[in-house]
């Protein structure tokens, strides 16, 4: 599933005076915003983690932590990512890690070590799905569909829902190959039911289409920084076919 959500919003801010500095000397309680997603496909026995800290004080400015501070998540420190490693850290999470995955109701333990100064904080994830429908491989209506699953029952739990597949080709490649295209329906309640329309899908080619259910909690942040929050989702995907 392609992943827009937890880091976009620093990469709409960036523009000519984007940067990633070393967090030495800065005040994070007083300077840094922490966005963490905690991210897990439905039955997988695995989470993914990542995690960015922006300056609160200058726009479009990232902070690299120093070598006596990390972030942890079940025990395993985040590391600096692929893409940050070559520059690219704003088009994904600064650091990441692969850890087990949580089942409520044990929660993920997040760890932050200062220079020494720990604090730490446990996000419960929601539940895991049951059921979702239409089933793989299903047929659907480009009038649209209804996408169907089990609600959680839980207090603070919302969905995203994600579709994603191929629309004629744009002018800002070379080719002249469908391009990858994507429409989301965002902060759902977590009711079992939601509408995929016409106009959600007036976009997509017939053909292959996948439709992500996003079910997941956001909460403040408690590790002492001046800002942000942590997200812990389960994601519970099915491919379909998309009628002409």
Do not use: H
């Amino acid at each position: 599933m392609r992943r827009f959500c937890g880091f976009a919003g620093v990469v709409l801010l960036c523009g000519a005076g984007c940067g990633v500095v070393p967090s030495t000397g800065i005040d994070l309680s007083q300077r840094g915003s922490l966005s963490m997603l905690i991210s897990r496909e439905s039955d997988s026995a695995q989470a993914n983690v990542g995690a960015s800290i922006a300056d609160t004080a200058a726009l479009a400015t990232l902070f690299e932590l120093g070598a006596n501070q990390s972030l942890s998540v079940n025990g395993v420190e985040l590391r600096e990512s692929l893409l940050s490693k070559i520059g690219l850290g704003f088009f994904d999470a600064q650091i990441r890690a692969a850890v087990g995955a949580r089942d409520a109701p044990n929660g993920y333990e997040i760890e932050f070590n200062n220079a020494g100064t720990v604090t730490s904080m446990t996000v419960v994830p929601p539940a895991d799905f049951t059921g979702l429908t239409p089933a793989a491989g299903s047929g659907v209506s480009a009038s649209g569909f209804t996408v169907q699953w089990s609600p959680s029952n839980e207090s603070g739990v919302l969905v995203d829902i994600w579709t994603e597949g191929l629309t004629v080709d744009g002018e800002l490649d070379d080719d002249t190959l469908p391009d990858a295209y994507f429409t989301s329906l965002s902060n759902l309640s977590d009711s079992g039911s939601a509408n995929i329309g016409a106009a959600d899908l007036q976009g997509f080619l017939a053909g292959e289409i996948t439709v992500s259910v996003v079910r997941y909690r956001e909460v403040t942040q408690t590790l002492g920084f001046a800002a942000g929050s942590v997200r812990v989702e389960v994601v519970a995907s099915t491919s379909l076919t998309l009628a002409p």
